[in-house]
């Protein structure tokens, strides 16, 4: 994987980060904005990564092939024919998901159902209007909603009438440390210009360990 992109400091000069630099050109980029840069950077970054963690396809420039394009391959893996998703059929569907669990990893402590934001939503919309959010007392109510003793998990990056359920122990993201960087160089002393590059550059991939233990539902 490789970014790099350029930013201009001056567009940052009304934020906190930006006002501790010297205004103009030439300007000193101090360490504490750099990392801001970097993080705000790596946030868009990861949200890619995210994608490309359940959507992704390897035949696609800066992807990496993601769960459902291997789930979908894999014929030990349990399908679950799909329908597209509303708030009106979300607790069926998920009801089909459970059902098609393996004995064996059902009631594993790590099962997740994992469903992508769209039918998160649904499934939110549906807790709601049978009144179980009076049931909770804080701003979490729904971060942890839990379906017939499986929880749900909020996966962004899953496709929107797609869902797969495993355990988190049978499923993994990669990257090799050894090759990884991230650079960040101020263009002020290369030519005078407010610019700043910002370069990564990392392995990434994803898999896991026991496809029949898998169920994958679109």
Known sequence: ?????????????????????????????PTSFGDYLISQTA????????????????????????????????????????????????????????????NAVFGKEDLRIFLGTAAWRYCIQSQATLGYANLYNNNDAFSNLVFNGITLAHAPGLGANAMVAGQISNMFF????????????????????????????????IGYAFGSDMVYYA
């Not at 050894?178 to 991939?205: P, Q, Y």
């Open 174 to 205: 990669g990257t090799d440390g050894s090759r990884s960087e991230v650079r960040l160089l101020d263009m002020a002393d290369k030519d005078l210009s407010d610019n700043v590059r910002i370069g990564m550059r990392f392995t990434a991939g």
């Open 1 to 29: 994987m490789d970014v790099n992109i350029q930013i201009c400091k001056e567009d940052f000069l009304a934020t906190w980060e930006g006002e501790q630099m010297t205004a103009g050109l030439n300007g000193t980029l």
């Open 43 to 102: 946030a868009r970054v990861a949200a890619e990564i995210e994608t490309s963690i359940w959507q992704g396809d390897a035949g696609n420039n800066g992807e990496f092939d993601g769960f459902q394009k291997l789930l979908l391959a894999d014929g030990d893996v349990v399908d679950v024919t799909g329908t597209p998703l509303n708030a009106g059929n979300i607790v069926a569907e998920i009801g089909k998901v459970q059902n098609a669990v393996p």
